[in-house]
Structure formats: C-alpha cells, structure tokens
C-alpha cells in the first residue's frame, strides 16, 4: 500500500522567512513524488515533481529515498504563497496517485 | 483553451436521487480521474480511467459509478446518494497515463441532504 504523510494541517510563517512543507512516503517500490498547491478560490494545480528537480517560485523539494522524504522548500517565504500543499505519489506503474492530508501555508506579513 | 471542465458546479440534492456529475477534457488526455476532498481528510481518489472502456477503483469507490465511453467525458454516477457523500469533487486528467501530471478541474459541490 501507498501512503503519503504531511505531519502538519497548519504552518504559519512570517514573510521573509524560510519555510519548510513536510511531507513523508511509505511505498515499497520506486515512487515518484510531487507537490501541488492549491491557492484560494482556485484549482489546484501541479508545483513540481521530483523527476524533474526543477524551483518552481522558489519552491524547490529534494527526494530522501533513506528517509522517505519529499520535504517543499522555500528559502524566503511570500506573502502570495498563502494556501493549501498537498504532497502526492505514484508508483512507477502503478497509476494510482495518493496525497496527502494537506498543509494550509499561512504567510503572514 | 485546455481546460478540464466540471458541470454542475453546485448541487443539493435529497438522500437516494441519483445524480450524475460530468467532467470533460478537450487535452485528448488517455488518464482521467475523480477525487473528492474533504476537511482533514485531504484528496481522496474514488476512480480513475486509463483510457476508454478502462476504469478502476480508487481508495473510496463505494457508492459510485463511473463510465468512459469517450476519451474526453469521465462522468461520475451516485446511484443512491447518502448524506455522507457531501463533498468537494475534482475531476483530472493527465496525458500518457502518467497519473502524477494531473490537470485539475474546478470542482463540484455536493451537499446531500
């Protein structure tokens, strides 16, 4: 079975500081991870994946296969950034997408 | 525009009058899926479809139907809706079946009452 774990339903930062998404996997194969967001009154949409090793607004999330972790990341939090995180995953065949319980980004000014 | 596109937006019906739920895809997307969210519990995925005439259960398919007769329509059928299926529900879909890189429609409202 897949599982996606995001340890906290709330995060509130200051703008200016780093902020750091937690998120953590159980999958006995090889997954592939992302990160969506979801801004308010919108829909949600994909940030990154972890193939890709791309920074999406500053955002970037490193897969930690010995820890199994896919931690969001963002040195200098803004205030735009305010929403909702939902860290997923899929296995290599599997086309089954989990996500996580979700983490509401608050950033305050 | 590509877009995934929900009707209705809004819906409050009573217990047990089936209703059905439309998604479309104007992607050409093979990978289509339903999800519904709910406070604390996050996305939840109730079916998916591969491709036409492919579709299967999700971690909560109990109490829905689904039918991919088209590649573009992903209709989500309640039979019997109960009040424990008010919920938010998104539709998705995806290109090359890759069930990570989903498009996310703008979701529907449903309260059963």
């Known amino acids: 079975a897949q599982r996606v774990t995001q340890p906290e339903k709330l995060l509130s930062v200051f703008k200016g500081a780093p902020v750091e998404l937690k998120c953590n996997y159980s999958?006995?194969?090889?997954?592939?991870l992302f990160w969506y967001v979801q801004y308010s009154r919108q829909r949600l949409q994909l940030l990154l994946r972890h193939i890709s090793r791309e920074s999406i607004k500053g955002f970037t999330a490193d897969l930690n296969k010995g820890e199994t972790s896919f931690h969001l990341k963002k040195p200098f939090a803004q205030e735009e950034d305010s929403a909702m995180y939902y860290c997923?995953?899929?296995?290599?065949?599997?086309?089954?997408?989990?996500f996580g319980k979700g983490t509401l980004l608050t950033v305050n000014p | 525009e590509a877009q995934v596109t929900q009707n209705p937006r809004y819906l409050i019906t009573v217990t047990g009058k089936k209703l059905t739920v439309t998604c479309s895809q104007n992607?050409?997307?093979?990978?289509m899926s339903w999800y519904r969210q709910d406070p604390g519990l996050g996305l939840r995925q109730i079916y998916y479809s591969m491709n036409v005439e492919v579709t299967d259960k999700g971690d909560v398919p109990e109490g829905y139907k689904v039918s991919r007769k088209e590649k573009r329509n992903f209709p989500l059928i309640l039979e019997s809706p109960s009040p424990n299926q008010t919920s938010l529900y998104f539709c998705a879909s995806s290109f090359g079946g890759l069930a990570g890189y989903l498009f996310f429609g703008p979701g529907t409202r449903l309260t059963v009452l």
């Open positions: 992607m050409n997307h093979e990978y």
């Open positions: 997923a995953l899929t296995g290599g065949s599997n086309y089954k997408l989990t």
């Open positions: 999958y006995s194969g090889s997954p592939e």
